[in-house]
């Protein structure tokens, strides 16, 4: 159990156009979801926390109108990234906290290579 | 604000050698510190994890300890084998926060084991 899927897994696309990443949980339910960057040899980086029901919260300096967050059920969260530019080309992953697992345990989706031209 | 620490950044071992990498962290409240193993191009994958009420934990060739005094833990590897050449990465959150309990990571590890 504890499987946390993602769509899609790679993406190319032109600059100024905007892309959507689906993270979902298979096999449970999840209240929170994390966002994370990675750019080549680097660390994650979180970029916002995405609550079910609610508005998600931005770490510091992303931006929250060019990454739009929707949490709308408790097993998918989408990330969009609006207006697309090649410095946005990234690999982002999202995990899934278990609502009914110790209360930290994360489970990270396979990722997403986000390409743009 | 929150930070992990750690070090190496690179480690190069014979196989069968052990391989240890060490992470400090500032936020005191931190109680929760999960090790991740990343292959290229793939997901963090769980391998450890330990909680501040104990000092040490282990799973087979794999351990970790806490020092929640000096804030610091550490990733002990045992009679390393080629596949577990991969980046890891420490982690360090505390539980009923208002950031949800998220994750502050540190820089990765990349690990080489030779045959």
């Known amino acids: 159990g504890a499987v946390v899927s993602q769509h899609p897994s790679w993406v190319i696309c032109k600059s100024g156009t905007s892309v959507k990443i689906e993270c979902r949980s298979l096999?449970?339910?999840?209240?929170?979801m994390f966002w994370y960057r990675q750019f080549p040899k680097q660390s994650l980086m979180l970029m916002a926390t995405s609550n079910e029901g609610s508005k998600a919260t931005y770490e510091q300096g992303v931006e929250k109108d060019k990454f739009l967050i929707n949490h709308a059920s408790l097993t998918l969260s989408t990330l969009t990234v609006t207006s697309a530019h090649p410095e946005d080309s990234s690999f982002y992953i999202c995990?899934?906290?278990?609502?009914?697992?110790?209360?930290?345990?994360?489970?990270f989706g396979p990722g997403t290579r986000l390409t743009v031209l | 604000g929150e930070n992990v620490e750690q070090h190496p950044s690179t480690l190069s071992v014979q196989e069968g050698d052990s391989a240890v990498i060490k992470c400090t962290y500032s936020d005191s409240a931190s109680n929760y510190f999960p090790w991740y193993k990343q292959e290229l191009g793939k997901r963090p994958q769980l391998i450890i994890d330990?909680?501040?009420?104990?000092g040490e934990k282990k799973d087979q060739r794999i351990a970790v300890t806490l020092n929640k005094t000096a804030k610091h833990f550490s990733l002990h590897i045992t009679e390393t084998q080629p596949e577990d050449s991969a980046v890891y990465f420490c982690a360090a959150s505390r539980s009923n926060s208002g950031g949800y309990n998220k994750l502050i990571f540190g820089a990765g590890t990349r690990l080489a084991v030779h045959p």
């Open positions: 096999d449970f339910q999840a209240t929170t």
């Open positions: 995990s899934a906290r278990h609502s009914g697992r110790e209360h930290n345990e994360q489970f």
């Open positions: 330990i909680r501040s009420n104990v």
